[in-house]
């Protein structure tokens, strides 16, 4: 097979990002629910895609970032699966100041791009999300798609590392530092008033949960890393993927909504990173281990 020329891999993800913006316009046009208005969405979602092109730029040399026919067909495959699997567990929220839902689906996005690469994932995930939130009618958020494209796309800049293992002590100490911050701003302003009733609400239950999941993290790290050095990487990259991706779609929305920053961080994004690490440190070593299986019965 040849190789893809790094002029037209620049041109392929272009490509990708003019298609995520269609498909939000269109699904915005289409819906009955909420609808992309004003400048808000708009501008954070162009940020947003300048920072994810120029991640690009930086490491254009890296064969993360070719597509070839192969991509096509997983960006499809793992789009629709995350499209469906949001939709049954849309249903299911959790406690937050907005539309959080339980999502074991998360897996999906982190798996498509740690093991296809970072535009199969990123298309996964943003894709997915629309498709999700349309078919259960809640509408388009534009800043919401865009993150969940983060976590597809940053488990996929694993491929960057010629050698996986050496990323992963840099990856336990980021993580373990993000976590570590998620915790202490929680602790010190556990409640925050809703943005839409103005009531008091107690978060401190997620600093918990962030300091309990954070430990398992890393723990998992060490004890993962014995069986393979995959399965260990997939958890730190997928875990920091969320912490990136929702940690973006929760600021966003200081902008987008009005929301204070303790009601982002504390009463958005706690509530949504929380459950996404928990399932995603559970689900995607499971899919990776029995995606690897099939692999090697199939002598690939």
Do not use: H
């Not at 040399?61 to 699966?81: F, H, N, P």
């Not at 202490?184 to 401190?204: K, Q, R, Y």
């Not at 973006?248 to 009601?263: C, E, K, M, Q, R």
């Not at 706690?270 to 995606?291: E, H």
Request: hydrophobic share 55%; net charge neutral.
């Amino acid at each position: 097979m040849t190789e893809q020329p790094k002029t037209n891999r620049a041109v392929t993800w272009l490509v990708v990002l003019a298609a995520f913006v269609v498909l939000l316009a269109l699904a915005s046009i289409l819906t009955s629910g909420d609808k992309i208005r004003g400048v808000a969405p708009i501008g954070v979602t162009a940020l947003g895609l300048i920072a994810v092109f120029a991640v690009y730029l930086v490491t254009a040399k890296s064969d993360a970032w070719k597509v070839e026919t192969r991509q096509v067909v997983y960006m499809a495959i793992g789009a629709a699966l995350y499209g469906v699997f949001n939709y049954i567990f849309n249903t299911i929220p959790m406690p937050s100041v907005s539309q959080v839902s339980l999502r074991p689906s998360i897996c999906i996005p982190v798996f498509f791009g740690y093991v296809f690469g970072p535009v199969v994932g990123f298309f996964t995930g943003a894709v997915g999300n629309i498709l999700g939130d349309f078919i259960t009618g809640w509408g388009v958020y534009p800043a919401w798609d865009l993150g969940n494209g983060l976590m597809g796309l940053v488990p996929g800049l694993v491929m960057l590392f010629v050698d996986k293992k050496r990323s992963l002590n840099f990856l336990t100490i980021l993580v373990g530092v993000l976590m570590v911050i998620a915790v202490a701003l929680i602790f010190i302003n556990p409640e925050v008033p809703g943005p839409w009733t103005g009531e008091i609400e107690d978060f401190s239950f997620w600093a918990w949960a962030f300091l309990i999941g954070g430990a398992v993290v890393i723990a998992g790290r060490f004890i993962l890393e014995r069986f393979s050095v995959d399965l260990a990487a997939v958890n730190l990259w997928g875990t920091l993927a969320i912490i990136i991706g929702i940690g973006f779609a929760a600021l966003a929305d200081i902008w987008v909504n009005g929301y204070s920053f303790a009601t982002a961080i504390i009463g958005e994004f706690a509530p949504a990173a929380g459950p996404n690490i928990l399932n995603s440190m559970i689900l995607t070593p499971i899919l990776l281990a029995a995606y690897e299986a099939v692999q090697g019965r199939i002598g690939r």
